[in-house]
């Protein structure tokens, strides 16, 4: 079992930052694909970002391409999204969530191959 906790979500104005950090307890943290999502009102959950087990390899929405960053840190049980040059359409709850390994970007970005889910946490930016 793996418990997650996203925090780091708020307010702010486009083209703002904001960091989100989601960390870790339970199982050994390494062993887990970690990968962000997000879901604004009314529409399904999407990819974001996600990151391999090592933190080499990461794969992105094209929506956040080359704004957003994903990252971890194994010792701290913790990954982290930064996020850049935000928008509007970036407003939605924001998701971390634990899967075991895989291969390929449509393996990290469909939701059913992760098993764990944080509770989410707001970001909402105001034009």
């Known amino acids: 079992q793996v418990h997650l906790v996203e925090s780091g979500g708020g307010l702010v104005q486009a083209g703002g930052s904001l960091r989100l950090s989601c960390a870790a307890s339970?199982?050994?943290?390494?062993?887990?694909?970690m990968g962000w999502f997000r879901q604004a009102p009314g529409k399904e959950r999407e990819f974001v970002a996600a990151?391999?087990?090592?933190?080499?390899?990461?794969y992105y929405a094209d929506s956040v391409k080359g704004r957003f960053t994903i990252s971890r840190d194994n010792a701290k049980n913790t990954v982290y999204l930064q996020m850049n040059s935000l928008k509007p359409e970036d407003t939605a709850v924001y998701y971390c969530?634990?899967?075991?390994?895989?291969?390929?970007?449509?393996?990290?970005?469909?939701?059913?191959?992760?098993?764990?889910w944080g509770q989410g946490t707001q970001v909402t930016v105001s034009s």
């Open positions: 990151i391999r087990r090592s933190g080499s390899v990461t």
């Open positions: 339970g199982r050994a943290f390494s062993n887990y694909v």
């Open positions: 969530a634990a899967g075991g390994p895989g291969s390929g970007f449509l393996y990290y970005s469909d939701p059913r191959n992760y098993d764990y």
